[in-house]
């Protein structure tokens, strides 16, 4: 199998991309993560990046400029597709035309509901009987693209933040590796 050169954005903790750097040593899982990017220094997540020997650039979002040194480093590793795993920057259109192949996110919460920010509060405040994570691709449009993979679970009257929290990014991390596998085995996508 020829797996695809695949980048992962992160921001913060990283565990989605831990989780997809160990699926991903399986020979049979269709990716092979070749670069990290990050608008974090501090980014605990990038610790995983060293511990694996996975490439990293930490780019600074205030420049005006930083999209374009993202794409020289796609090129550079001719990667083909990106995982977005709680990356906190909005993509560009510009960036999404220039980079042209296929982009997903992972998002907590069933789109398309509670888009955006804050999840998890708008989840309680909404008194919501089951939440869950969705897999999409990512276009123009924030937290609107074609949906891939969702999972859910129904909420307990003890939950709370912290909780419902954990509950979905073990989801999460059944829902992204699934979510890959998908859209590589079906000619749907
Ligand atoms: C995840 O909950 C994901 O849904 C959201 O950001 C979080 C990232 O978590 N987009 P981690 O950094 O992978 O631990």
């Known amino acids: 199998m020829v797996k695809k050169n695949t980048c992962v954005f992160i921001s913060g903790k990283g565990?989605?991309?831990?989780?997809?750097?160990?699926?991903?040593?399986?020979?049979?899982?269709?990716i092979n993560i070749k670069l990290v990017v990050c608008n974090n220094p501090n980014a605990y997540g990038l610790n995983y990046a060293k511990k694996?020997?996975?490439?990293?650039v930490v780019v600074n979002t205030n420049l005006r400029n930083y999209e374009k040194k993202i794409l020289v480093n796609l090129k550079k590793r001719k990667i083909s597709l990106i995982?977005?795993?709680?990356?906190?920057?909005?993509?560009?259109n510009k960036f999404l035309k220039e980079y042209g192949k296929k982009i997903l996110n992972i998002h907590p919460s069933l789109l398309p509901k509670f888009k955006g920010l804050?999840?998890?509060d708008r989840?309680?405040?909404n008194k919501e009987i089951k939440t869950g994570c969705?897999?999409?691709?990512?276009?123009?449009n924030l937290d609107e693209g074609k949906i891939i993979k969702k999972k859910f679970f129904f909420l307990e009257k003890t939950d709370n933040k912290e909780t419902i929290k954990n509950k979905t990014k073990i989801l999460e991390y059944r829902a992204y590796p699934e979510a890959i596998i998908k859209i590589f085995s079906k000619a749907s996508f």
């Open 15 to 30: 565990t989605n991309l831990k989780n997809l750097i160990i699926k991903s040593r399986n020979y049979n899982f269709p």
């Open 52 to 56: 694996y020997f996975i490439p990293y």
């Open 83 to 92: 995982c977005l795993a709680g990356y906190m920057k909005i993509i560009s």
């Open 118 to 120: 804050n999840t998890y």
């Open 123 to 125: 989840i309680i405040k």
């Open 134 to 140: 969705t897999v999409h691709f990512v276009n123009k």
